[in-house]
């Protein structure tokens, strides 16, 4: 499962916080006991058994092999109609929310953060796991209930859209068994939304969940949800050609294609443009990479090995064109004060020329996610992860030895189909084993669609594989407090992000290596040269020094040194 795949609520000490924050996500106990209630969701088999043929005819249903109805041009404007965005699951929803308004604002609609006073509602959402799909229907009861209420009182009408993964796998049922869905969309449809908004407007349901080969949003430039935020998320590509056992992401976001270097190029300039910071990379398999346009081609590096030894794929490898390591690259050295980082990267697509590059380039971080899944080679082998464990430890001994600063995150599931004592005991000792500053940890849930939904059995029963989730939590939090006591009394370079969310007086940031870092706030010397009265105030999107007083198993806590650029921090460490 890849990061960008991720979408469970992020839990820490029972507190939601944002997916890119260093933190253990879990499945929350407590949640059990309403799953039975919210099964109770419709599914495909009630849809094809109940809907009659008059039903199916007040549904729009997208499809390649007929023409698409006329609609004049000036009926596709929003006339400032309002929107409301609601955004569950990964960074890769984040951005593609931020699509999804460049789109609609472009044709006339305007944004809302005031749930009554929309006219639509827009739930971007994901299918990874069935928990995620739980909370959407939870919030389709409410937002029924808010329309409903409308249609009583004779106010406004409300109109309900479902984005995403869950949108291409709930398909019809969506409209038919939740009869408040007015439009759904897939991944690969969002430019396709004025129509279906029209349509919708009309008193006709709308549904297109066309997934494309080539569709990439390059010609979209994303507009972001947080304009005071100074990092911002780049879709570098789309879809995903693993078919790892238990994950739908392949089929719910299509085929893997990249965009072209150039335009991501662009938008990382005109972000920098606009005071950006820091920016995440995002692909469901990022580090696989590949600019094949026409004008790449005739740059692009002479063929070489890409898949480390005790590595495969399940696909025939792509060839030609710039690689993942080619477009780092390019950005390192078109934005150098500016941090890069990336997720979610697949074990296999690390050659050496990648770490080196992440090496050579003080503004790319020192961060990597190296989703492991289990610890055991038969689990790996039914999950279709095409690494043994042994291989996997090979590759972290790589990445230490290439880039000896760096820091590790991982994703781990335990109670796979047919997971043994012995064979979970293999996850807990290469979390201790390895060290991880940070880890997205799980609980199998079985996804239809995926290869494990057709070969294998979910056997390991819920309370065993929540007692497994907890002995996860328990070894990652004793080698992450570990590994970050070995930060104190060293000179850290942080981002400033916005205030701690417990204090004022304190501000929050990020080191290079993706750990939280808390420091008061206030006046701070200009420069590493300048006298203790040279001074000015820290403030979002400053480069700090920090000189780390201490840490506990999620966070650092520092005391700020001076401001600073990535060049100056670095050419004087």
């Not at 999804?100 to 739930?123: F, G, P």
């Not at 299918?127 to 909370?135: S, Y």
């Not at 204090?503 to 590493?528: E, H, W, Y």
Request: glycine share 6%.
């Amino acid at each position: 499962m890849n990061t960008v795949a991720r979408n469970s609520i992020l839990v820490r000490l029972g507190r939601r916080i944002l997916p890119h924050r260093t933190c253990v996500r879990t499945a929350s106990s407590s949640s059990l006991q309403k799953r039975e209630q919210l099964k109770e969701g419709p599914s495909l088999q009630d849809f094809l058994r109940g809907t009659t043929e008059a039903e199916t005819s007040t549904v729009y249903i997208a499809d390649r092999g007929k023409p698409i109805p006329y609609i004049a041009p000036e009926t596709l404007r929003g006339q400032k109609r309002k929107v409301f965005l609601e955004v569950y699951g990964c960074q890769m929803n984040t951005n593609d929310t931020e699509i999804v308004w460049s789109i609609l604002k472009a044709h006339q609609y305007h944004r809302t953060v005031n749930l009554k006073e929309a006219d639509i509602v827009l739930m971007m959402t994901c299918a990874i796991r069935e928990g995620a799909e739980d909370t959407v229907w939870n919030r389709l009861k409410h937002l029924r209930l808010l329309k409903r209420k409308r249609e009583t009182n004779g106010e406004k009408p409300l109109q309900i859209g479902v984005l995403g993964c869950m949108a291409e796998r709930l398909k019809k049922q969506l409209v038919e068994k939740e009869h408040s869905v007015d439009v759904v969309a897939g991944p690969d449809a969002y430019k396709d939304l004025p129509r279906l908004l029209a349509i919708g407007q009309r008193g006709q349901k709308a549904i297109n969940v066309l997934l494309s080969l080539d569709e990439t949003y390059a010609d979209v430039v994303p507009v972001k949800l947080d304009r005071k935020s100074k990092t911002a998320f780049v879709s570098i590509m789309r879809g995903c050609d693993n078919m790892c056992s238990y994950c739908i992401v392949p089929f719910t976001r299509g085929k893997e294609r990249s965009r072209p270097i150039k335009s991501i190029r662009e938008e990382v300039l005109q972000l920098e443009n606009e005071g950006i910071r820091e920016i995440t990379l995002l692909g469901q398999n990022v580090n696989s990479y590949r600019d094949t346009s026409d004008e790449s081609l005739e740059d692009a590096p002479k063929e070489a090995t890409l898949l480390a030894p005790g590595f495969r794929t399940v696909y025939k490898s792509k060839v030609g064109g710039l690689r993942f390591a080619e477009l780092l690259t390019e950005l390192a050295e078109a934005v150098p004060e500016m941090r890069i980082r990336f997720t979610s990267p697949h074990p296999k697509d690390f050659p050496v020329d990648v770490l080196e590059t992440i090496a050579k380039y003080p503004n790319i971080c020192n961060s990597l996610h190296l989703p492991a899944q289990s610890g055991n080679t038969q689990v790996l082998e039914r999950m279709r992860r095409g690494y043994t464990r042994e291989a996997y430890l090979n590759l972290v001994e790589e990445v230490r030895r290439i880039i000896p600063n760096v820091t590790l995150s991982s994703d781990f599931i335990c109670g796979f189909c047919g997971e043994s004592e012995p064979e979970f005991a293999d996850t807990v000792s290469l979390i201790e084993q390895v060290g991880y500053h940070a880890a997205f940890l799980f609980a199998y849930s079985m996804r239809e669609k995926t290869t494990a939904h057709r070969r294998y059995s979910d056997d390991v029963p819920e309370e065993v594989k929540q007692e497994r989730l907890r002995r996860m939590i328990a070894a990652f939090r004793r080698e992450a407090e570990r590994l970050n006591s070995l930060f104190v009394d060293r000179t850290e370079l942080v981002l400033i992000e916005g205030y701690s969310k417990r204090s004022r007086t304190d501000l929050a940031g990020r080191n290079d290596g993706n750990v939280k870092v808390i420091v008061p706030a206030g006046q701070v010397r200009s420069d590493r040269a300048a006298d203790r009265d040279d001074v000015r105030p820290l403030g979002v999107g400053d480069y700090v020094a920090v000189r780390i007083t201490g840490s506990n198993s999620q966070i650092l806590k520092g005391e700020p040194l001076y401001h600073t650029t990535i060049k100056e921090f670095y050419g004087n460490a």
